[in-house]
C-alpha cells in the first residue's frame, strides 16, 4: 500500500495558523477595549451626559424609550473617578489579552490553557443570554466563542497526545 505523507517544514508548526488567527482575534479584542478606555478618558472633566444626549439625537433614538433613557440615567452618574477606573479596568483587559495574544503566536501551551479557561468562563453567561431572548448578535458571540474554545481544546488534546508518543 502506498501512502504519501506529507512533509511539514522543520520550522513549522502544527496549527500554528490557526493559532495566529486567535491570537489576531484576541488582540484585536484587547485593542478594541483600550480605545475604548482612551476614549473614556476623553470626557473627563465634561459634562457626558450632555454628550451621551447629543449622540442619542444624532441617531434620532427617542429619549424616553427604554434603553435610550437606561443609558442617558446611567450617564448622570458617571464622575470623573468612575471614568478613571473604567480606564483603567479597559487597561488591564488589554494587557491581559496581549499577554494572551502574544502566547498564542508563540504557540506556548500556557496561553491554550489560558486561552480556553477565559473564553469558556463566557460560555454559560452568554448562552443563558441566547436562551432568555434569541438574537443574532447573541448567538453570534457565542458560536465564536465555543468554536475557539472547542478548537483551542482541539489543538491541546493534539499536542498532548504528541507529547506523550
Known amino acids: 500500500m502506498n501512502r504519501t505523507r ?26 478594541l477595549v483600550l480605545a ?17 444626549l447629543r449622540l442619542v439625537n444624532y ?15 446611567l450617564m448622570e452618574h458617571i464622575t470623573d473617578a468612575k471614568l478613571w477606573s473604567l480606564a483603567i479596568a479597559a487597561l488591564m483587559y488589554f494587557v491581559v489579552r496581549m499577554v494572551e495574544a502574544v502566547g498564542l503566536w508563540l504557540r506556548k501551551t500556557w496561553a491554550e490553557w489560558f486561552a480556553v479557561l477565559t473564553g469558556g468562563m463566557y460560555i454559560p453567561f452568554e448562552l443563558f443570554e441566547v436562551v ?23 489543538v491541546l488534546i493534539k499536542n498532548g497526545e504528541k507529547r506523550r508518543s
Not at 7 to 31: D, N, W
Not at 141 to 146: G, R, S, T
Open 132 to 154: 432568555r431572548r434569541v438574537t443574532w448578535p447573541r448567538v453570534t458571540v457565542l458560536f465564536i466563542n465555543v468554536g475557539i474554545v472547542s478548537y483551542l481544546l482541539f
Open 36 to 52: 475604548v478606555g482612551f476614549g473614556l478618558l476623553s470626557f473627563i472633566h465634561k459634562d457626558i451626559h450632555e454628550a451621551a
Open 59 to 73: 441617531f434620532h433614538f427617542n429619549p424616553a424609550r427604554h434603553y435610550p433613557r437606561i443609558f442617558l440615567e
Open 6 to 31: 506529507t512533509c511539514i517544514h522543520p520550522t513549522q508548526k502544527p496549527h500554528a495558523r490557526g493559532l495566529h488567527v486567535v491570537a489576531l482575534f484576541e488582540g484585536t479584542k484587547g485593542l
